[in-house]
């Protein structure tokens, strides 16, 4: 509940705080997830997001929101994979540059497994392609948008289906 002195009219800057921070988290996310995916998934992904996120984001405000996405990320990895080869099937994931393969990760893990009331489909696919532009190559972000885009769309069509 908000303290004394809070007014709605502060609403709009407390929307933004919470935005950039979690734009800070997925980054802190991404690093953490290309290290432990360049390392072949040997090391404790629990130690480099803590240590990532003790480096880059110290006090942030909102640290469950960290260890959900990353939950979400590598219990529904598997799925998540076989996700991406179907939505680019002349991008073998190995072949995959690894920002984008991690970028991809964190946004269908946000697509499909977050609560949408947290975070709506178009904010995962939207911060998932700016990463990938901040972090990846000149055209990561045009990558992600198709495969995100794609999936998206699969998404509401079966949504569509099931609701007729």
Do not use: C
């Not at 919470?18 to 290290?35: G, P």
Request: charge should be negative; avoid cysteine; hydrophobic fraction near 45%.
């Amino acid at each position: 509940m908000p303290g004394p002195g809070f007014r709605t009219q502060n609403l709009p800057a407390v929307r933004a705080l919470i935005m950039a921070t979690r734009h800070l988290v997925r980054s802190v996310v991404l690093q953490s997830l290309y290290e432990w995916d360049f390392w072949e998934r040997k090391p404790d992904l629990k130690k480099i997001v803590e240590r990532n996120l003790n480096e880059f984001a110290p006090g942030i405000d909102d640290p469950d929101f960290v260890w959900r996405l990353v939950e979400n990320v590598t219990a529904h990895l598997d799925n998540v994979d076989e996700i991406i080869r179907r939505a680019a099937p002349d991008w073998p994931l190995e072949r995959v540059a690894i920002v984008d393969r991690n970028a991809l990760r964190i946004g269908l893990a946000e697509l499909i497994y977050a609560d949408p009331n947290e975070v709506p489909p178009k904010v995962a696919i939207n911060e998932a392609i700016e990463i990938a532009k901040n972090y990846g190559g000149p055209n990561s972000g045009k990558f992600i948008n198709g495969v995100l885009g794609t999936v998206f769309k699969e998404l509401e069509n079966a949504k569509t289906v099931k609701e007729e």
